[in-house]
C-alpha cells in the first residue's frame, strides 16, 4: 500500500476513535497572548495553564514525555513543564494557542547566524541541504517553519510560530511569499518522500516569519514537524 495513503489513514482512525495521531504526544509549547487591560485573580496564570496539561494527560492517557533534568532524565509524570511564550497586547482578551510538539521534528532542527552579504541564495541552498541531511528523520511530509531575522533567541520562536498557519497559506509578503515557493520546490524534489521512504511529497508546506534585526545579523533557523502537526487556539 501506498505510504501517504497509510498516514492519511492513521490520521482518520485517530480522528474516529479519539485516540493520539502518534505515539509521541510531545512536549507541551504554549504561546500565550495577555490583553494589557486583563486581570488574572486566583492563581497565576501559568499554574493554571500547567493545571491543565496537566489533567489533560492524565485523564486521556497520553504518553508523559517531559523530563524534569536535561542530564538526570528523571520523568516529571505528567508532562509538565509547559513550554509557555507570552506576549503583552491590547485588549482585554486572553489568547492561548497549544501546540503539543513531538521530538522527532524538534530533534532535528537547527539555528544559523548568517551574515547579511550572504544572501537569499545561501539561506535557500543551507536550508535544502539541513532538510536533505536531516529530513527522513523527521516524520516526512513535513511542515517547515523558518524564522529569518530578530536574534539568537528570536528566529526560532520565529519558526516554530511559522508552523501555526494553514498550511496552503503564503506569506502575505510578496518577496517572502516567492522564497516559501522555491523552498518548498526545491525540497519536494530532494524525494525523501513519506516516512522517509522516497517519492513524494517531502514536504506539505514551507512557513517563513519575519522581524526585524540588526544591521550586521542574519539569523536564521528551521524548525521541522511532522505531518501530524498538532495546534488549536481558543480565546476568552
Not at 28 to 55: K, P, S, T, W, Y
Not at 82 to 89: E, Y
Request: hydrophobic share 40%; with cysteine; charged share 20%.
Amino acid at each position: 500500500m501506498d505510504i501517504l495513503s497509510i498516514l492519511v489513514e492513521n490520521v482518520e482512525l485517530a480522528e474516529q476513535t479519539s485516540v493520539p495521531i502518534c505515539q509521541d504526544t510531545g512536549i507541551v509549547v504554549v504561546f500565550l497572548d495577555i490583553g494589557q487591560d486583563v486581570m488574572v485573580i486566583d492563581g497565576g496564570i501559568e499554574e493554571a495553564i500547567n493545571n491543565g496539561v496537566r489533567r489533560a494527560y492524565h485523564d486521556a492517557y497520553l504518553r508523559k514525555s517531559v523530563v524534569a533534568d536535561p542530564i538526570t532524565r528523571k520523568n516529571t509524570g505528567d508532562n509538565t513543564p509547559v513550554m509557555i511564550h507570552t506576549r503583552i497586547v491590547k485588549g482585554s482578551s486572553l489568547k492561548l494557542i497549544v501546540m503539543p510538539k513531538g521530538s522527532g521534528g524538534e530533534n532535528m532542527s537547527s539555528l544559523w547566524m548568517f551574515k547579511p552579504s550572504d544572501g537569499i541564495n545561501e539561506i535557500v541552498s543551507t536550508i535544502v541541504m539541513h532538510v536533505k541531511q536531516v529530513g527522513a528523520f523527521s516524520c516526512p511530509p513535513l511542515i517547515i517553519g523558518v524564522g529569518i531575522g530578530g536574534s539568537f533567541e528570536v528566529a526560532p520562536l520565529l519558526a516554530k510560530r511559522a508552523l501555526l498557519r494553514q498550511i496552503g497559506k503564503t506569506h502575505p509578503e510578496p518577496h517572502i511569499a516567492e522564497i516559501e515557493h522555491k523552498l518548498l520546490e526545491k525540497i519536494n524534489k530532494l524525494r525523501i518522500g513519506p516516512a522517509g521512504l522516497g517519492g513524494s511529497p517531502t514536504a506539505l508546506s514551507v512557513n517563513i516569519e519575519t522581524c526585524a534585526t540588526h544591521i550586521a545579523s542574519l539569523p536564521v533557523a528551521v524548525n521541522l514537524c511532522c505531518y501530524a502537526n498538532r495546534h488549536c487556539e481558543g480565546t476568552i
